[in-house]
């Protein structure tokens, strides 16, 4: 079946420095979709990508669908505290949808 | 509603017991999703709702589980004879589009605690 690896499960950095978590699937994807989750809290959709080599910004965030689409990454230039939490990717397929494990972000200041 | 409604947000039950949990959706959303979370886990896929029916119930752990949705609206999650194992934030998501393509709107979860 569908399976979704993203790496590292954690990363822990400066505040200022760079981010980034990449998600990998076996199989290819029609879209993949980002998600935060603030610790304590509940997942929340951040972003969606559908088209091969789609390239997204939301202000310090970047997000990439690989050619292949079956690759993504999602990347955060100079991290801040609010960044801190667990950034999971989602790949969908055929009505499969497959939530990677998540990536623990976390920040100091 | 504004946001995606789940009840109660903490369960506390014996082992053996069966508990219901509900989902509101935000109104208009024709797709529902059941996630589970265990502690410091990923999101566990459980089952998906397009109007009242069910296309994916793959994600259903046992036959214990079961979920059903009625006027395309409120959904609820059973768990018969519930075990330790099955202690997890159960979350729920809506979203307005046709198709599982994500982009859902979570709930707070419940937080269901098997002692």
């Known amino acids: 079946g569908q399976q979704v690896m993203q790496i590292p499960q954690y990363q822990h950095v400066q505040e200022g420095e760079d981010f980034t978590t990449y998600c990998n699937s076996s199989?290819?994807?029609?879209?993949i979709q980002w998600y935060k989750q603030r610790p304590g809290g509940h997942p929340v959709f951040l972003i969606q990508?559908?088209?091969?080599?789609e390239v997204k910004k939301q202000k310090r965030l970047t997000f990439q669908f690989g050619e292949a689409k079956k690759n993504s990454s999602l990347h955060i230039t100079a991290t801040q505290t609010t960044d801190v939490g667990t950034y999971f990717c989602?790949?969908?397929?055929?009505?499969?949808?497959?939530f990677g494990k998540g990536t623990l972000l976390t920040v100091n200041p | 509603g504004a946001g995606v409604s789940q009840s109660p947000s903490n369960k506390v039950t014996e082992k053996g017991k069966d508990v219901e949990l509900r989902c509101d959706p935000i109104?208009?959303?024709?797709?529902l999703y059941w996630y589970r979370q265990s502690l410091g886990q990923g999101l566990e896929f459980l089952i998906y709702?397009?109007?009242?029916?069910?296309?994916?119930k793959s994600g259903l752990p046992s036959d214990r589980f079961s979920a059903e949705r009625t006027g395309g609206s409120v959904s609820t999650l059973t768990i018969q004879r519930t075990q330790q194992e099955d202690s997890a934030v159960y979350l729920c998501?809506?979203?307005?589009?046709?198709?599982?393509?994500?982009?859902?709107?979570f709930g707070s979860g419940t937080r269901l605690t098997v002692v």
């Open positions: 998501a809506s979203s307005p589009y046709a198709q599982p393509e994500g982009g859902y709107t």
């Open positions: 199989t290819t994807l029609s879209n």
């Open positions: 990508l559908v088209k091969s080599g």
């Open positions: 989602e790949g969908g397929s055929n009505y499969k949808l497959t």
């Open positions: 109104s208009g959303h024709t797709a």
């Open positions: 709702f397009q109007g009242n029916s069910a296309p994916d």
